[in-house]
């Protein structure tokens, strides 16, 4: 499967501030997908990242606020803007590579303050 | 969309016995059920991921059922250590391919008392 970088690994904010989070694919993946895991809860896809087009954004997540860019195969960015206390989560970035099956970046713990 | 059901939230076994999580899914288009372990401050691992022409995958301790008329799916573990306490995730997809999101179940907190 892929290995995935990530980067920050963690960060805290101040309110109204962005942050962009950085995932980095040791192979060309078609699609890559971006999560948020709330502590304790489980996995809620916020937008796929397809390289060349825009990204796609499931229901409550907005591109304003969660703008994604896909310079390429190997490569995207997450921001988080205008960040405010509720942003507060784990961000993990996601795709599969020259095998089947899907992997994870190691995450972003944020904390907004 | 596709929406994904997990079975128990939480789930305590002695040391050595056996844990059985379970999962359905509503896309009868799935075709792709992995499922990922989670540790505290970790990111997901795979552990075991099954396609729509199989039944049953094993892999050591570690099995999964598929029935596609029911459409539910079933991890089981086998002579549980200490060690296997963690967080586990169904997911289903269209494809494990690549081209397609995961969803995700809510995740079974698994403890093993030694």
């Known amino acids: 499967s892929a290995v995935i970088s990530q980067k920050p690994s963690r960060d805290i904010c101040q309110r109204g501030t962005s942050l962009t989070i950085q995932c980095q694919v040791d192979?060309?993946?078609?699609?890559m997908f971006w999560y948020r895991q709330q502590p304790g809860q489980s996995l809620t896809l916020i937008a796929t990242a397809n390289q060349g087009s825009e990204a796609t954004y499931e229901s409550g997540f907005v591109i304003d606020k969660f703008p994604i860019s896909r310079p390429n195969l190997t490569f995207s960015t997450l921001t988080v803007s205008n960040m405010s206390p509720e942003d507060s989560s784990i961000y993990l970035c996601s795709a599969s590579g020259r095998s089947y099956g899907y992997t994870f970046g190691s995450g972003t713990r944020l904390t907004v303050v | 969309g596709e929406n994904v059901e997990q079975h128990p939230s939480t789930l305590s076994v002695q040391e050595g016995d056996s844990a059985v999580i379970k999962c359905t899914y509503s896309d009868s288009a799935s075709n792709y059920f992995p499922w990922y372990k989670q540790e505290l401050g970790k990111r997901p691992q795979l552990i075991i991921d099954?396609?729509?022409?199989?039944g049953e995958k094993k892999d050591q301790r570690i099995a999964v059922t598929l029935n596609k008329t029911a459409k539910h799916f079933s991890l089981h573990i086998t002579e549980t250590q200490p060690e296997d306490s963690a967080v586990y995730f169904c997911?289903?997809?269209?494809?494990?391919?690549?081209?397609?999101?995961?969803?995700f179940g809510k995740g079974t907190k698994l403890s093993v008392i030694p």
């Open positions: 192979s060309q993946v078609t699609m």
């Open positions: 997911a289903a997809s269209l494809s494990g391919a690549g081209s397609y999101q995961l969803t």
């Open positions: 099954i396609r729509s022409n199989v």
